[in-house]
């Protein structure tokens, strides 16, 4: 059983930059993957972003590719989400999750694990 709690979200004005952190607690293996999913005012929840825990290999969403950067620290078991240039359409809840199986699946059916979301809100 995995325990997920996200923190860093805030305000920030159009094209400033913020760092999400993700800490988990109980055992993480090198074949879970871990990963970011965000839901806007009235939209379906959608992936962001996903990184293998074991290889630190990364996945992105199209919509965040070159503004949004995964990374995990073993050591501290913890998984954060570094985002730069900030548009208003990222303004939503961002979702820490995790899956056992070592695959990347952009559908957050499969994710078994889930944080309780820090809320990102991004002014113009």
């Known amino acids: 059983q995995v325990q997920l709690i996200e923190s860093g979200g805030g305000l920030v004005q159009a094209g400033g930059s913020l760092r999400l952190s993700c800490a988990a607690s109980?055992?993480?293996?090198?074949?879970?993957?871990m990963a970011w999913f965000r839901q806007g005012p009235g939209k379906e929840r959608e992936f962001v972003s996903a990184?293998?825990?074991?290889?630190?290999?990364?996945y992105y969403a199209d919509s965040v590719k070159g503004r949004f950067t995964i990374s995990r620290d073993n050591a501290k078991n913890t998984v954060w989400l570094q985002i730069n240039s900030l548009k208003a359409e990222d303004t939503a809840v961002y979702y820490c999750?995790?899956?056992?199986?070592?695959?990347?699946?952009?559908?957050?059916?499969?994710?078994?694990?889930w944080g309780q979301g820090t809320q990102v809100t991004v002014s113009s």
């Open positions: 109980g055992r993480t293996t090198r074949d879970y993957v």
């Open positions: 999750a995790a899956k056992h199986t070592a695959i990347i699946n952009t559908s957050p059916t499969y994710y078994a694990y």
């Open positions: 990184i293998y825990w074991g290889s630190g290999r990364t």
